[in-house]
């Protein structure tokens, strides 16, 4: 099945599957500026860490499209507000800076504002194609840890509609349904926001891999019936370069209850999620979400008004809870510390 079409650069501007009207209506939107751009990654119009920086890319080349300067420095001037006003939308994933640094360098490269424009975007297009070559490759690696006849469990959504490209847990699942080695995927509705329930079982649906929806709650029920789960598999906003994992709120959850039960639980993420600036997980900035989703169910609200609620974003999974970090260059295991610097010495690869 061909991979949903999240994001395009069409003619000079951005098509946007709108991943707030899914799964009811497939709605896409046409940006045509950075503002645009930074508005939909904070209402999580488009989300998933590798996809935010995708985003970013094209709205950093939008923007630069609107930009008039008579030379190269005057361009990098207007440029530079630009790059922060995106990077200013969602601190926790750093595929966001990663994306915005590169596309920084390849202005600076350029002789004049009009070769910036044009290197701007086609750095956002190789970045967006780069992406989905590790999720190819990201897949083949972790299909070979999935035991045949497995059923796994995963949270949040971290397919095409997270990275522009098959997914990273995802195109995981995706190649282990390929192989015939996968007998179901369960997945958690992911309050508040329900990426598991509405974007997740929307994926799953079309390419047609059964799939069970759960409540949050419920993943320790599962993981108490033997053999029920083989391993659990999820993505990653950001990894320390001990090996700690800021992922959707839920995941550290899930970890400590995989370790209870002796089950696997696996780490799926592209070199650029990996962050060795950041020694530990307590160097990760956590977003902060208004308290209106956890109060509110689309729309209608669930609690007391004048209650109050806490709406962290994302957690820190301790990398002794992690089996393994799956990457598009290898598997990195414990000591993480390490293994994640080892990925980075092969030759290629470009990290912040
Ligand atoms: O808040 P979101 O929906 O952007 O969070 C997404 C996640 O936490 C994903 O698990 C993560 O970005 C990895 S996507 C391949």
């Known amino acids: 099945m061909e991979d949903v079409k999240a994001i395009e650069w069409v003619n000079g501007r951005v098509r946007l599957l709108d991943q707030t009207r899914l799964p009811h209506e497939e709605v896409y939107l046409e940006l045509e500026d950075h503002h645009q751009m930074a508005a939909a990654i904070r209402e999580m119009r488009v989300r998933g860490a590798p996809l935010i920086g995708i985003a970013a890319a094209y709205g950093m080349a ?6 008039e300067a008579s030379n190269i420095e005057d361009f990098l001037t207007q440029l530079r507000p630009i790059a922060e006003a995106l990077a200013a939308t969602r601190p926790t994933a750093i595929n966001l800076s ?7 360098l390849a202005a600076q490269a350029a002789a004049d504002p009009q070769a910036a424009r044009e290197a701007l975007v086609a750095e956002a297009l190789r970045i967006h194609q780069e992406n989905a070559d590790a999720d190819r490759r990201l897949g083949q690696h972790g299909v ?7 059923a796994v469990l995963t949270h949040c959504n971290t397919g095409s509609l997270a990275t522009g490209g098959s997914g990273t847990a995802l195109g995981i699942i995706r190649a282990a349904w390929e192989q015939d080695k996968l007998s179901r995927v369960y997945l958690s509705e992911t309050r508040p926001l329900l990426q598991g329930a509405r974007l997740t079982a929307w994926e799953l649906a079309r390419d047609g891999i059964p799939a069970t929806l759960i409540a949050d709650g419920a993943a320790g029920f599962l993981m ?6 083989a391993c659990v598999i999820v993505g990653a906003d950001r990894i320390a370069a001990n090996g700690d994992v800021a992922n959707k709120i839920g995941t550290y959850t899930l970890a400590v209850l995989a370790s209870e039960h002796a089950i696997p639980f696996y780490v799926a993420a592209p070199t650029s999620t990996i962050d060795l600036s950041s020694a530990s997980g307590d160097q990760i900035p956590i977003e902060e979400r208004p308290s209106e989703e956890v109060t509110t169910f689309a729309g209608v609200a669930v609690a007391p008004a004048g209650i109050e609620a806490l709406n962290p974003a994302f957690d820190i999974t301790p990398h002794r ?3 393994a970090i799956i990457t598009e260059r290898g598997v990195a295991r414990e000591p993480y510390a390490e293994s994640l610097p080892q990925l980075f010495q092969q030759e290629g690869v470009r990290h912040a």
Do not use: E, F, N
């Open 321 to 323: 809870y992690v089996s």
């Open 98 to 104: 990663w994306a915005l640094k590169r596309m920084t």
């Open 144 to 150: 070979q840890l999935i035991p045949a006849g497995s």
């Open 62 to 67: 939008l923007g630069a499209q609107h930009i």
């Open 224 to 229: 108490q019936r033997r053999d029920a789960i």
